[in-house]
């Protein structure tokens, strides 16, 4: 019985030595880059788009939408 797998530390070290690990280790970080990046961006749009609903009272919204878009 192993109980390195009831170990949640103990089981990321095991799976970070294993064979697969050098193949898949590298893709893994690059999808992982690539999924902050987007998340990051999407975050940006997300507080563009609060501050143009906060100033909606004083323009068009969809004026105002358009402006940030093309930043």
């Known amino acids: 019985m192993r109980l390195w797998c009831l170990d ?3 089981h990321e070290q095991a799976m970070n030595t294993s064979p697969l690990s050098n ?6 970080q690059k999808l992982d880059r690539e999924i902050q990046d987007s ?3 999407v975050r940006r749009h997300i507080q563009e788009l609060e ?4 100033q909606a009272d004083k323009t ?3 004026d105002l939408l358009k402006q940030s878009l093309e930043q």
Request: proline share 11%; no cysteine; aromatic share 10%.
């Open 39 to 41: 998340l990051s961006e």
């Open 60 to 62: 068009r919204f969809a």
């Open 8 to 10: 949640p530390l103990a």
């Open 51 to 54: 501050q143009a609903e906060q």
């Open 23 to 28: 193949q898949f280790g590298p893709r893994l």
